[in-house]
């Protein structure tokens, strides 16, 4: 069984900044993509980042040149900075993985979510 536990939500001012973690537990043998995705209230879920095994990077419009992605493999965790923020990022981010097991199967897992609230 995999995990992924969140944390650094919170609330912020406009133009404030955020970290965002998410750390990775249990029996797998290693992981491929890791990212964060994001809904707000009466929206649909967006992608926010997402960074490969090989640290390549990518992002949704809204956030390119505010929000960079980053992880560390030792600690099988990954960040995501957030600076500049908007009111418009408010929402519930999730965090998302794509482990690899002992079994070479593939097990797509998201945390439980850490909420973002960014105000005017």
């Known amino acids: 069984q995999v995990q992924l536990v969140e944390s650094g939500g919170g609330l912020v001012q406009a133009g404030g900044s955020l970290r965002l973690s998410c750390a990775a537990s249990?029996?797998?043998?290693?992981?491929?993509?890791m990212g964060w995705h994001r809904q707000a209230p009466d929206k649909q879920r967006e992608v926010v980042a997402r960074?490969?095994?090989?640290?390549?990077?990518t992002y949704a419009d809204s956030v390119k040149g505010r929000f960079t992605i980053s992880r560390d493999n030792a600690k099988n965790t990954v960040y995501l900075q957030m600076n500049s923020l908007k009111p418009e990022d408010t929402a519930v981010y999730y965090c998302f993985s794509d482990f690899i097991l002992y079994s070479y199967s593939h097990s797509l897992s998201w945390g439980q979510g850490t909420q973002v609230t960014v105000s005017s």
């Open positions: 960074i490969g095994s090989g640290g390549e990077t």
């Open positions: 249990g029996s797998f043998r290693s992981f491929n993509a």
